[in-house]
């Protein structure tokens, strides 16, 4: 099982690192009636983020799981959360026939995207428990004090979350920041449409938020547009 750590973000949102092979967060983001969790790390990983869901100050019930993309790092604990706590899961209307167990793999785009999706399908996806979204968001809801944007491209429906109030961007998988240097998906074929997952970058890096978080790697606290500018840039 691994060991949460949270590492504060801003004054709302705490980001619950999940360590295991790969660097993978959730975030719990504080609101008037509790915490709403975004996105729940793989399978088995909702005893990691109750535990530290209950180390914060009350309220700290989670009452909302908000789901930013079907990858089985960020939907596996979801239902197993929801079970626990009563919590409303929430994705967008694209994404959620893929968080509920469709496959990716027959829409993806390239020959590459397509066999990496059916292998993750294969051997990570079936793992995730069954997951029911109770009701979706569209670009510009607000729930839970995060405005809703669609950031397609690593996925069809994939959503970043905006914290107005404390000047976040949650970004989702809209890019990676394991390396050392702010980009796509490093794991080859793991992008749906990489033309999508371009346009997704350019709006996020002119949005004005200086603080851009993604659920892979540290934060880009403050050159974010910047470090996301450079990128775009290098990938041409
Ligand atoms: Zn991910």
Known sequence: MPVARLRPISRHIAAVDL????????????????????????????????????????????????????DADHIGGASGVAAHTGATILSSSAERPFIEGQSLASSARGILSRIARQLNQWFVRRR????????????????????????????????????????????????????????????????????AARRSLERIASLGFRDLVPSHGPALLGDGPDRIRRFLDSAG
């Open 128 to 195: 995730v428990p069954p997951t029911h979204v109770s009701a979706t968001l569209e670009e510009g809801d607000q729930v839970c004090g995060l405005r809703v944007l669609a950031v397609p491209g690593h996925s069809p429906g994939q959503i970043a979350l905006a914290h107005d109030e404390d000047g976040v961007l949650l970004c989702a998988d809209a890019f990676f920041n394991v390396d050392g240097r702010a980009g796509h998906d490093p794991v080859p074929g793991m992008t749906w449409d990489r033309a």
């Open 19 to 70: 360590h295991d092979r790969f660097q993978v967060a959730a975030f719990l983001v504080r609101h008037e009636g509790g915490l709403a969790l975004v996105d729940a790390g793989f399978p088995g990983w909702q005893y990691a983020i109750l535990t530290a869901a209950e180390s914060l100050p009350q309220p700290n019930r989670i009452t909302h799981i908000i789901l930013t993309n079907a």
